[in-house]
């Protein structure tokens, strides 16, 4: 029995493969990871556009998002905003740091890598929050 499945897809090609885990009602819930760059919000709304229109027939929830930051401006800000529009919460804000490809280079993850650092912890209290939210999903609002 599975309990996570981590996807990583394009942010512009979410209307393709993407839907297919929510119509086979593989997905129950979804965190959209995301960052306050416009395109990456545009996509985190069409993801959830996605959610909706499954929701009802296949019990898909959004789970929240997560923002992994890009050091833009107004970035936690815009995150939370966007996260209010579509009824969700933002369940964390992963800070960019160095480490992730200094761990990238040797193909290990950040744990593997520097388990002690900050950023392994921010991965930690993640994955903790993820599973305390279980079952709270969401039905999104997107921005049409």
Request: net charge neutral; charged share 20%; proline share 3%.
């Given at each position: 029995?599975?309990?996570?499945?981590?996807?990583?897809?394009?942010?512009?090609?979410?209307?393709?493969?993407?839907?297919?885990?929510?119509?086979?009602?593989?997905?129950?819930?979804?965190?959209?990871?995301?960052?306050?760059?416009?395109?990456?919000?545009?996509?985190?709304?069409?993801?959830?556009?996605?959610?909706l229109k499954y929701a009802n027939s296949g019990g898909v929830?959004?789970?929240?998002?997560?923002?992994?930051?890009?050091?833009?401006?107004?970035?936690?800000?815009?995150?939370?905003?966007?996260?209010?529009?579509?009824g969700t919460q933002l369940i964390h804000f992963v800070p960019?740091?160095?480490?992730?490809?200094?761990?990238?280079?040797?193909?290990?993850?950040?744990?593997?890598?520097?388990?002690?650092?900050?950023?392994?912890?921010?991965?930690?209290?993640?994955a903790t929050k993820i599973h305390n939210n279980g079952g709270?999903?969401?039905?999104?609002?997107?921005?049409?």
């Amino acid at each position: 029995e599975i309990d996570y499945v981590s996807y990583d897809v394009l942010g512009d090609v979410v209307c393709g493969g993407f839907a297919m885990p929510i119509r086979e009602n593989k997905a129950q819930e979804i965190y959209i990871v995301m960052s306050g760059e416009m395109m990456a919000m545009y996509a985190a709304n069409n993801i959830s556009k996605g959610i909706l229109k499954y929701a009802n027939s296949g019990g898909v929830r959004l789970g929240g998002l997560i923002c992994n930051e890009r050091q833009t401006d107004k970035e936690l800000e815009l995150a939370e905003a966007l996260a209010k529009k579509l009824g969700t919460q933002l369940i964390h804000f992963v800070p960019r740091d160095n480490v992730v490809q200094h761990a990238e280079l040797r193909r290990m993850t950040v744990l593997e890598y520097a388990p002690d650092s900050k950023q392994a912890n921010h991965y930690r209290n993640l994955a903790t929050k993820i599973h305390n939210n279980g079952g709270k999903g969401i039905i999104p609002t997107p921005i049409s």
